[in-house]
């Protein structure tokens, strides 16, 4: 249900925009968030968006990326500026179609749907 894309090579400093599209529906509530994965290390929470919620952000991307969805609700995006290294990682789109807590948006557990993961590498 979840197609994520988007990811590539960049340099330090540089941006990207990640895509994940949530096919055949669109939904009135929802939570979608991005996690990553770096080699090595556990999958690990990015952002995520809630209807009617303010975004939410990890701190180490706080002011560098944005999160946003289409008015259909069907696309959620990523937006990645100043990327640095520590950024490299394959980034996993993730949904639920209802409002999760503010406390629980950082939870992995608590999305039901996931796309496949999309590759950032950021050279330094």
């Known amino acids: 249900q979840l197609q994520a894309s988007g990811g590539g090579l960049v340099q330090a400093g540089g941006s990207l925009r990640l895509s994940c599209v949530a096919s055949g529906r669109t939904f009135s509530t929802y939570s979608m968030a991005w996690f990553r994965q770096a080699p090595g290390k556990e999958r690990e929470f990015v952002a995520a968006?809630?209807?009617?919620?303010?975004?939410t952000f990890a701190d180490a991307v706080k002011g560098r990326f944005t999160i946003s969805t289409d008015i259909a609700k069907t696309t959620v995006f990523l937006q990645m500026n100043s990327l640095k290294a520590e950024d490299t990682a394959v980034y996993y789109c993730a949904a639920t179609w209802r409002r999760i807590v503010l406390s629980s948006v950082r939870n992995k557990d608590e999305y039901d749907f996931w796309g496949q993961g999309t590759l950032v590498t950021v050279s330094s």
């Open positions: 968006s809630r209807t009617g919620g303010s975004p």
